[in-house]
Structures are given as structure tokens and as C-alpha cells.
């Protein structure tokens, strides 16, 4: 057991994969709700106490229950104020972190030269000025001229096989759908239905020439926009000459936190093969000195020190190769740490064990969940496993900020499974032209 500087008796740590990230908090930023100030109130990784970031809880869509007359209109997305945005992802139970004005903003930013923005607003016509939902779409062809060369690779493990689109066709997506797990229509739960009929109409009278397919990914488990969708397009495919296609996508295994356990007894629920690796390399590290998970006080200023353990797990395998794609990512998550960080969104944390950073990790964060979405490893300290210790800290800390999941994000890696995590899948829905239209 570790000892912390307040005194309080911690158990050992657990582990995880091997890739890591960080990030940095810009300037005189207010530090955000769970942030621990760096210098000599570090972030011990099993003692320290933090407390949940704050996000809006969002309400009803109309208070006085009247029918709305719900149509979609095209909308430029640097157009939509952001409060008014994120507004909308508080009234959605289905949106994640990568919903959120910032995270979209971030990708606008660094990819918006390779598609064009096809953002949808709903609204009623009886109060246009008001945005009741948003459909977050882009459009571009499946595959542009300058893909292949500009490859960046985020998540390393293969989905499942496809319904093939022609590389040519010109397709929409959601916004983001490369470098988000999870996307979603933005509305409330009353307007969902007739918001989804709205979008499926305004998509049908477009003209054909604008797009080939209909290409939405990253629909999560249960999302009821997923139902309220295949409803909306089978409703208007006749005419429109639509073939709908829903079919699974991937998985992202998830751990669900048991209410009331410590880590130790989180540890418990594990299997007792699973769990004793686990503590023993955590003991392994510990031998080698102290254990801090220490979120970065400037994210974007740590931006290379994040990538520098991307690149030394990944190579040109991972975000960061020297091509136009590389630069892209480098810009994108510059942008997520400069203007999603300050607001407990993202957060960039380095592994350190006796003074020695081994490992880097960004993380998402909402309400309930802790999204594990990327990380890098310095590879001359495998023998610490800095993975597995970094994914044990982080589920301490998800444990002691209150928190019921931790999302290990897209693939079937097998050590997310040695956690306990269990498969959610996601989604894709492909809409198709046919002969048959009008």
C-alpha cells in the first residue's frame, strides 16, 4: 500500500494498454472544477481527492407541450453561437463530449480544407429564430484525391466489414465521425421524432446531384436518434428512391464502476487471474517511486511532449507522422487543449513514476463517464507498465470523482477486457440512392 501526503491509506495501482497522451491549459484560464494545481500540490494517483467539472443539466423543450411545425434548414456551423450549441448537447441524453461546440470547432479547424459543411438547423417555423435541433453534417467524397497520403491513424484495431460505398461517391457524414466514437442528432427527447422527420424531408428535396449517400457513423447503443432516424428516412425512401441500410459498426467496450466501491474494491469484482497481474506490476512501479498521474497545468504547451510519446509508441502508425496529415492533427489537438481543457471537457495527463514521465494521456470527460481517447508511452520504461498503471489511476480518480463508467472508446483490444469492460456497439446508418427515385 501507498501512503499519501494527506495520510490517507491507498491501495495499489491497476493497468491497462500501453498508449498514452497529454495536453496544457492556456494562460490565466480559470482551472477547471477537478484540476489540481501543479507545483507542490500534485496529483498523487490513488490520494488525492478531486471533485466532478460542472455541466448544465439541460430541461424540457417546451414547457407548454405544444406541437411544433419542424423544419430543416442549412446553416453554416461558424454561424451557430456555441452557447447555443452546447445548450442543445445538454438536452440530449445520447451526446458525448465529442457533441460539444469546442470538439467540433477543433475539427472545423484542422480538417475543414477536406469536406464541406452540410450543418442542418431545425427549427419551428412558427418561431424560426429559435434552433429546436441540430443534425452536425459535413459532406465529401468517400475518399478525397489526397486521403491515402494524408493518412493519420487514431484507433489501431480493425471494425467490423462494411457495406462498401464506392470511393467516388460523394457522402454525408456527421461532423468530426473520423476523430469522434459517438455522434448524435442534437435535441431534446420530445423533439427528437419530428426533428429526424425534418432532416430526413430536407435531405430528400435536396438536389440529387449533391449527394451520392447518406454515411452516418458513431451511432452509440440506445441512442434513440438511431430509431427516430431509420423511422424519418424509411418514411420518405419511396419517393426520395432511398435504400436504407442499418448495420453495426464497431464496438467500444466500456467499465461500468460498481456504486460505493473503493479501488480495492473495484479490484475485487475482477477475476483473480486478472487481478493479481494487475497488482503486481502496479507493485513493480512502485518500487521504481512514487506513482503521480498529474494533469497538465498548460495542455497546449505540452503538446509535444504528448506527442513525443505518441510517436515513440506509434511511429508513423499513429496521428503524428511528417505529412499534411500529421500537421493536421497536431492542429487539432492544439485546438482541443487551448479551448476544451479550461472547461474540464479534455484534460492531458502524464504518467510519472519517481520523477520519470513514462506515459501521457488525454481523456474526455462528462457527467457520468471518463472517455480514454488516446495516449502514448515511452518504450524504454515497459518493464514499469506504464499502461496498465496509467488505466488504474484513471479509474481511481473516475471512482473518486464520482464517475460510473470508463469509456475505453473504439476496437476490441483484448486488455480492455482484462479491466471488465463489456462491448457497447455502435452504429452505422447508410442511406443509398436507387433507380427507383424520382
Not at 490517507?8 to 489540481?36: I, L, Y
Not at 497520403?149 to 468530426?176: D, N, W, Y
Not at 449533391?210 to 430509431?227: I, Y
Not at 460505493?260 to 487481478?275: A, H, I, M, P, Q
Amino acid at each position: 500500500m501507498t501512503r499519501s501526503r494527506n495520510g490517507a491509506v491507498v491501495g495499489s495501482r491497476s493497468a491497462s494498454s500501453d498508449e498514452v497522451s497529454t495536453g496544457h491549459r492556456s494562460g490565466a484560464q480559470a482551472r477547471k472544477p477537478h484540476e489540481v494545481p501543479s507545483g507542490p500540490e500534485r496529483v498523487w494517483c490513488y490520494s488525492r481527492r478531486v471533485t466532478s467539472p460542472s455541466f448544465s443539466a439541460g430541461g424540457p423543450a417546451r414547457p407548454d407541450g405544444q406541437a411544433r411545425g419542424l423544419v430543416a434548414r442549412r446553416r453554416a456551423f461558424g454561424s451557430i453561437a456555441d452557447e447555443t450549441w452546447d445548450a442543445l448537447v445538454d438536452r440530449t441524453p445520447a451526446a458525448s463530449p465529442f457533441s460539444r461546440h469546442c470538439v467540433q470547432q477543433a475539427w472545423w479547424d484542422a480538417y475543414g480544407a477536406t469536406a464541406h459543411d452540410q450543418t442542418l438547423v431545425v427549427v419551428d417555423e412558427a418561431a424560426p429564430e429559435e434552433i429546436v435541433a441540430i443534425a452536425p453534417l459535413m459532406h465529401r467524397h468517400e475518399l478525397e484525391p489526397g486521403d491515402v497520403a494524408a493518412k493519420t491513424t487514431l484507433r489501431h484495431q480493425a471494425g467490423t466489414t462494411l457495406r462498401p460505398v464506392p470511393a467516388s461517391a460523394t457522402a454525408v457524414f456527421f461532423g468530426a465521425s473520423y476523430h469522434a466514437d459517438y455522434a448524435t442528432i442534437l435535441a431534446a427527447p420530445a423533439d427528437l421524432p419530428g426533428a429526424c422527420d425534418a432532416v430526413a424531408a430536407a435531405l430528400a428535396d435536396e438536389d440529387p446531384s449533391r449527394w451520392d449517400v447518406l454515411d452516418l457513423r458513431r451511432l452509440r447503443a440506445g441512442d434513440p436518434a438511431t430509431d427516430a432516424l431509420v423511422a424519418a428516412f424509411e418514411a420518405v425512401a419511396a419517393r426520395a428512391g432511398w435504400l436504407v441500410t442499418r448495420e453495426p459498426e464497431d464496438v467500444c467496450p466500456i467499465l461500468t464502476l460498481p456504486v460505493g466501491l473503493d479501488f480495492e474494491g473495484y479490484l475485487g469484482t475482477l477475476d483473480k487471474k486478472e487481478r493479481h497481474e494487475i497488482r503486481r506490476k502496479i507493485r513493480r512501479a512502485e518500487t521504481a517511486g512514487a506513482v503521480v498521474l498529474e494533469p497538465s497545468a498548460e495542455p497546449a504547451a505540452d503538446l509535444e511532449a504528448f506527442i513525443d510519446l505518441h510517436q515513440k509508441r506509434w511511429g508513423d502508425e499513429g496521428l503524428f507522422p511528417a505529412t499534411e496529415g500529421g500537421a493536421a492533427s497536431r492542429r487539432f489537438f492544439e485546438d482541443l487543449f487551448e479551448n476544451c481543457a479550461p472547461s474540464g471537457i479534455v484534460e492531458l495527463d502524464f504518467l510519472t513514476v519517481g520523477g520519470r514521465r513514462i506515459a501521457a494521456g488525454v481523456t474526455l470527460h462528462d457527467r457520468q463517464t471518463v472517455y480514454y481517447y488516446n495516449a502514448g508511452v515511452e518504450p524504454d520504461a515497459r518493464d514499469l507498465s506504464p499502461g496498465v498503471v496509467m488505466v488504474a489511476c484513471y479509474i481511481q480518480r473516475a471512482i473518486e470523482l464520482g464517475r460510473t463508467r470508463l469509456d475505453f472508446m473504439r476496437g476490441n483490444e483484448p486488455y480492455k477486457y482484462a479491466w471488465g469492460a463489456v462491448d457497447e456497439p455502435i452504429e452505422r446508418l447508410l442511406v443509398q440512392r436507387t433507380t427507383g427515385g424520382r
